[in-house]
Each structure stands twice: as structure tokens, then as C-alpha cells.
């Protein structure tokens, strides 16, 4: 979740998935729409409404960011956060991935399903659609599409 918190400014909450945040550390955030993560600074942290300098791995945090450079448009000051977007250490080197690969398992449809058609992906908390652009064996054998029941990568 995002907000805007008077007098604080940009507050995102969500899990700790692994690792920790410190208080005052630089972190990196995205991806952006460009896929590209920028540094911001964690100002503070609050776990179940109470200031704490670390939030660990399994925890529920909210962290009041400020991002390192500055918001050039007034505009999007407030939208420079999207839900979706994950906060990890600089080390970690992180990059967007505009195509993927996925073992796929038709469970029921009742289509067809071939190249070019768009399910909605659910990961996390983020509901996307992705295009189906090859389907395959486990082996590698090309096919032509999928019903209910199959499996392809």
C-alpha cells in the first residue's frame, strides 16, 4: 500500500519478505515504467504503529521514503509509487524482466488457448496481463495450442 502522510510524506507498507530495513538506509525501488529502480532513502519504519529502527524478514512494515533525487515534475510527485513495486538493498543489482518463462498447467477452459492470447498473471499483490508468445514442450517440441489438461513451458 501507498500513502501520503502529512507531514511525512511517502509511506509504503507491506511484507518483509527477506533480509531487514534500517532506518536512514539508501535502498532501491522499482521497477518504474521505464523498468528502472532508483535510490531512495528510508526515513522511518513502523511496525504495528510503533517507530522501530529495523523491520525483519515476516514482519508487516510501513517505510516513510523520500527518493535520493528529486521528483522533476510536480505531478507526479505523488504517484512516483505504485503499488507492486519492491524495495531491495543496491547490492542486489536489480533489473526489470520484460518477457519470461512459465510451466504452464491448464487446469479447465473452455477455449482453446494459442500463441497471442493474454491471461492475467497474479503475482503478489500486482494483477497483470502477459501475451502468450511460444508454447512448448517440456522436451522442446513446439505446439499449435492448449486445452484443459495440458502442460507446456
Known amino acids: 500500500s501507498v500513502f501520503q502522510v ?26 518504474d515504467s ?3 529502480f532508483q535510490p531512495v532513502t528510508v526515513r522511518s519504519i ?3 504503529y510503533t517507530a522501530v529502527d529495523v523491520a525483519t524478514a515476516g514482519r508487516s512494515a510501513a517505510l516513510a521514503i523520500r527518493p535520493k ?3 522533476a515534475d510536480k505531478r507526479h510527485r505523488r504517484t512516483w509509487v ?26 479447465h477452459h ?7 492470447y ?4 497474479h503475482c503478489g ?8 508468445m511460444e508454447i512448448r514442450t517440456k522436451k522442446g517440441a513446439l505446439m499449435e495450442n492448449l486445452r484443459t489438461g495440458d502442460r507446456a513451458v
Open 6 to 31: 502529512p507531514g511525512v510524506g511517502c509511506v509504503v507498507a507491506g511484507m518483509v519478505i527477506e533480509g531487514e530495513f534500517r532506518a536512514n538506509q539508501t535502498y532501491m525501488l522499482g521497477p
Open 34 to 36: 521505464t523498468g528502472l
Open 46 to 48: 513502523h511496525v504495528h
Open 69 to 71: 533525487s528529486k521528483v
Open 82 to 107: 505504485r503499488k507492486g513495486m519492491t524495495i531491495m538493498a543496491a547490492e542486489l543489482v536489480p533489473q526489470a524482466h520484460w518477457e519470461f518463462e512459465a510451466d504452464i498447467a491448464v487446469l
Open 110 to 116: 473452455q477455449t482453446t488457448l494459442s500463441v497471442g
Open 118 to 121: 493474454a491471461p492475467t498473471m
Open 125 to 132: 499483490v500486482v494483477s497483470q496481463t502477459a501475451r502468450i
